[in-house]
């Protein structure tokens, strides 16, 4: 199971390109606002994986929440799975809690959900569907 | 520039192992001790990635007080290079710093190297050597 994405908070969107550009380039493509999860989203390629840069868009949204509480750095960690339902059903068939029941639409059109911290010992998991 | 592996701080190596079996398989090979940083590590495939658990030998090791601050989580994040020295004088030369001057060695006989996590907005950044 590949990673997708490592998922990291950043206050700044811009700020946080333009630090990871000697490292990694810059984003695949011009940032994203997510409404539903109040962020902008930027991601730059690494590999067959991604770093997604998350900036809030609002200070109560939980990558806001995030932020103030633990500071800027890796929020979670995706992999890319052939049905995300399927991946959520798992981890609450082994008794697991999960943030998302079922998939909805994330960024860049891909269908993903969350399972819960407590799941995978404190970090945060996306799954991310690539069919 | 590839993900190496994510580093996942962890109070029990062996729990952990079994947290992550059901969604990424077992460990490639046996737990291994890294005495100069008071760990004992185990890696586990996720594409051409890995996630390397780590679990302190001590309470006042650097993964230790990892644990003790912010809980069990993501740790670090890890590149592959082709040099770690290069990688590393790479971040001095932008103006910023680093914990290890140069390469040392690191899990699985690697020579590694970790930036300053002010380089990286906060993330701990490791580079790991593979010719």
């Known amino acids: 199971m590949r990673i997708d994405h490592v998922g990291i908070a950043v206050p700044n969107l811009a700020q946080a390109i333009d630090r990871w550009k000697p490292l990694l380039g810059g984003p695949d493509s011009p940032p994203e606002e997510l409404p539903s999860q109040r962020v902008r989203v930027a991601f730059v390629r690494a590999g067959e994986s991604h770093i997604e840069l998350l ?36 981890v609450v068939r082994r008794g697991d809690r999960v943030v998302d029941p079922t998939g909805r639409p994330g960024a860049r059109g ?22």
């Open 55 to 90: 900036e809030p868009t609002a200070p109560d949204s939980p990558v806001g929440r995030f932020l103030a509480s633990r500071g800027e750095g890796i929020h979670h960690l995706a992999f890319r799975v052939p049905s995300v339902d399927d991946a959520l059903a798992g």
């Open 110 to 131: 891909r269908r993903v959900g969350f399972a819960h911290p407590s799941a995978f010992g404190g970090v945060l998991v996306e799954f991310v569907e690539v069919p």
